[in-house]
């Protein structure tokens, strides 16, 4: 595979773009930005890069893909780094006759090192670059999984929608029983003190994101509904006033987590100790 290729980033301004910036920088790479503001244009990215990576919201990935894919060449890449990919992955292949990859970094640009980070990649069209793409992030630590774009949404909407959506609205539940901050913190036990810090997690970044990773995934409502469904079945089990019928219901859930829990318990002792300092 070649070193030091010439790589362009759209989007390369904002928070991901950065980080994929110093990334391929750090490995030895060329990398161009560009954001709306910057002096270099996409047209100067398509014309010198040999890689075209999307770093954008996800609308504006479709959009810029519709612009510049007619105009790229065969022996380039675009590829985008979009929290869902049905819709961007489709519409980079019906633009252009390059290389298509579509790839969602499980992670944030808070993370130090890509070692040990899960990243989502859905085949588009070719192999060369699939193939240099793969080693220049698992040569990293990387934990590269092939997936399809529909079934890649359908995870996220239960790894991110329900999960964000679940701290928004137990930080809006803790705003109507009007829970401030520093009872919040006087009564935290470690298992709220982190979810009361992956609320404030969430509030402190971009909340666009967020509403993207929800609002646009077309799973989302059909998780929802049936999330709902099981809030329903968990309140007439455990408010039922019924012991026996409450544990029955909590050891059918154990059931389905029985070869789990031991080492979820393990690894969530990890992150208790480390945010009170190990002693
Ligand atoms: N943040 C994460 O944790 C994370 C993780 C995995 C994947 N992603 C995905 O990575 C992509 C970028 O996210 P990010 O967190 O880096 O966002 P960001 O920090 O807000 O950066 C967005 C970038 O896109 C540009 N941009 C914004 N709106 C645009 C528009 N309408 N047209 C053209 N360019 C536009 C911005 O350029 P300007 O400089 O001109 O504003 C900026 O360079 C998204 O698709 C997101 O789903 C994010």
């Given at each position: 595979?070649?070193?030091g ?21 750090d490995?030895?790479h060329?990398?161009l ?10 047209t100067?990215?398509?014309k ?18 519709g ?5 790229l ?29 579509g ?14 980070q ?12 699939l193939?240099?793409l ?34 928004i609205?137990?930080g ?9 901050n ?12 982190i979810?009361?810090d992956?609320?404030?997690r ?5 909340i ?6 929800i ?8 998780v ?13 089990s455990?408010?039922?006033?019924q012991?026996e ?21 393990k ?13």
């Open positions: 595979m070649s070193k290729i010439l790589i362009g980033i759209i989007g390369g301004t904002g928070s991901m773009g950065k980080w994929f910036r110093d990334f391929f920088s490995a030895g060329k990398v930005v560009s954001g709306r503001k910057t002096e270099t244009t996409y100067d990215i398509i010198e890069c040999d890689a075209v990576i999307l770093s954008v919201p996800l609308d504006a990935a479709i959009e810029i893909s612009q510049i894919g007619p105009l060449r065969k022996n380039q890449l675009l590829m985008d780094l979009c929290s869902l990919k049905e819709a961007v992955v489709k519409n980079m292949l019906d633009n252009t006759e390059a290389d298509v990859i790839t969602h970094p499980l992670f944030g640009p808070f993370t130090d090192s890509i070692k040990g899960n990243v989502i990649f859905c085949r588009g069209r070719g192999e060369y670059w193939k240099w793969e080693d220049e992030y698992t040569s990293k630590g990387a934990v590269v999984s092939l997936m399809d774009p529909t079934v890649h949404d359908r995870h996220m909407a239960i790894v991110q929608g329900l999960t964000h959506f679940l701290a609205c137990m809006r539940t803790l705003q109507k029983m009007n829970m401030n520093s009872t919040a913190l006087s009564c935290s036990t470690p298992v709220f003190k979810n009361y992956l609320i404030g969430l509030f402190a970044q971009d666009g994101l967020y509403q993207n990773i609002s646009k995934n077309i799973h989302f409502s059909d929802l509904d049936l999330f709902l469904s099981v809030v329903d079945e968990g309140r007439d455990l408010l039922s006033g012991d019928k409450g544990l029955l219901y909590l050891e059918n859930v154990r059931d389905y987590f029985k070869d789990s829990c031991r080492e979820s318990l690894e969530s002792n990890k992150f208790i100790n480390a945010l009170y300092g190990e002693q």
